[in-house]
């Protein structure tokens, strides 16, 4: 008995290895081939309206061109900096639907175009090794948090799954945090990635206000790096501004996210404050009045107040469940910085990305619905037609579950908090104090890992169930 028992120990204080990683390669390499949502067809048939723009000379009426050829009923909704990274890389696809006569929907041309998301993965993920490197963390730290990240809920549902644009935006502020990591002082460089990432997505604004008022504490200078910020919005803006095309086709995005910003509130004595941007101005002026000495304390400070932008975020402001994407890689820098709280942060890690990632697939009908794989491999399966249970909401709501579909996010909200609080920058040698554990071997419970696998098989158990055998 005791021999059972220590090899059940050994087993689980074993580190990640290439059985963990061979698990999460098969389920990632079937979520990616069989599962589809059909946002990224519009997103995909605009990048080919932009090349037919591009190769036309017509590209200022890139919008209206989008509007007479909607798909969906929807034109281009994102800056035309969005379609031409997209277009860069479908250009395969459009010479193969524009000289060829493939069909635009074929199962290879869709997969091309999914598969652009997995390249950003995999570059996020060769980022975040850069920056750990950087930092003294060695190999077995480094490949923990980009284990810990790729097998995420929130990176396999959003990238692997259905593909979204976000992780683009992910690669580029870690890109753009390393260039501001490695220089004294605020850079070019790093102003333009960041640039760049918020005409990707505008939520990369969020963290570069703070991150400027960390490091630069002269007023001009941060006017300055303000402005250089937003120059790539500014390009995307100019050429259309006043242009009822531009109006039209990007409103249904544009009006909807400015409204969200100030819908939930703290109750004030004159009006309404909105929560995220108060908390968003709290952190920016935390940043400016922080007295950062050195580049190890520059690094904490960094990574906990971009996980804190987002984490108020996703708390307060009505967000798609693909931009939850957005915290993952700080989440996992965290677990091998504080590898002392490691079990902690672990369990905490567990609830906040499951219990958020359950209540997205009950609230939006993005994940698992009855069309999951209606698109790519498994297509010709015959599916359930109107019978049963289309997506997970049903499927809630036919059991009387809904009240408690709060409590997922309740316990989602409390415990990212405790996240923050119990990881949050300490004075003097406090704040170095993940650096004394920097090279040691990371003590874990495997148990964990294997729990968020076994999160994985039950996500993809869900989608088959609801497409093949709901009653």
């Known amino acids: ?49 932009f090349l037919d723009t591009i190769f036309d000379l017509d590209m200022p009426n890139f919008y209206a061109n989008t509007l007479a050829n909607p798909c969906f009923e929807f034109g281009a909704v994102y800056y035309w900096m969005v379609y031409a990274v997209i277009a860069v890389w479908n250009l395969p696809v459009w010479i193969l639907t524009r000289f060829f006569h493939v069909g ?52 396999v549902l959003p990238t692997v799954a259905i593909a979204q644009i976000d992780m683009i935006t992910v690669f580029l502020m870690l890109w753009g945090i390393r260039e501001y990591l490695n220089s004294d002082q605020i ?16 939520f990369a604004l969020f963290v570069f206000i703070p991150l400027v008022l960390l490091k630069e504490k002269r007023i001009l200078y941060v006017l300055v790096d303000m402005i250089a910020g937003v120059i790539c919005i500014a390009l995307c803006l100019l050429p259309y501004a006043g242009r009822e095309d531009y109006v039209q086709s990007t409103s249904i995005l544009n009006d909807v996210m400015v409204s969200r910003m100030f819908s939930t509130t703290f109750v004030g004595g004159n009006t309404e404050i909105p929560a995220f941007l108060a908390i968003l101005v ?42 939850i994407v957005l915290l993952a890689p700080y989440i996992a820098i965290f677990l091998v910085m504080r590898s002392d709280k490691m079990k902690l942060n672990m ?28 698109d790519l491999i498994l297509k010709k399966l015959p599916m359930k037609s109107g019978e049963g249970c289309a997506n997970l909401g049903e499927f809630i709501a036919k059991h009387h579950l809904e009240q408690y579909v709060s409590s997922l996010f309740m316990i989602f909200a409390v415990c990212l908090i405790a996240f ?36 994985i098989v039950m996500f993809i158990a869900g989608c088959i169930y609801l497409a093949y055998f709901s009653k």
Request: net charge positive; charged share 20%; aromatic share 20%.
């Open 1 to 49: 008995m005791k021999e059972i028992s220590k090899k059940v120990m050994k087993l689980n204080d074993r580190s990640v290895g290439k059985t963990d990683w061979a698990l999460l390669l098969v389920m990632s390499v079937f979520v990616f081939m069989t599962m589809f949502y059909g946002d990224l067809k519009i997103i995909y048939h605009h990048s080919l309206t």
């Open 104 to 155: 635009e929907y074929a199962v290879p041309c869709l997969l091309w175009s999914k598969l652009q998301m997995v390249f950003f993965l995999l570059l996020t993920l060769w980022m975040m090794e850069k920056i750990l490197k950087d930092f003294g963390f060695g190999k077995e730290k480094y490949r923990f948090a980009q284990f810990m990240f790729a097998s995420s809920l929130f990176v």
């Open 187 to 202: 850079t070019w460089k790093f102003l333009l990635i960041f640039s760049f990432a918020a005409a990707m997505k505008i």
């Open 282 to 323: 709290a952190l920016s002026i935390y940043a400016y009045a922080a007295k950062v000495e050195n580049k190890d304390e520059y690094f904490y400070h960094t990574i906990w107040i971009t996980l804190a932008v987002f984490a108020a975020f996703f708390i307060f402001v009505y967000a798609h469940p693909y931009w």
């Open 347 to 374: 369990i905490l890690e567990f609830f906040i990305s499951s219990c958020a990632s359950v209540y997205y697939c009950i609230s939006f009908q993005v994940y698992m619905t009855r069309e999951t794989f209606a």
């Open 420 to 455: 923050l609080v119990i990881n949050r920058p300490q004075k003097g040698k406090e704040s170095l104090k993940w650096r004394e554990t920097v090279d040691g071997a990371l003590h874990f419970d495997h148990g964990m890992i294997y729990l968020r696998l076994f999160g």
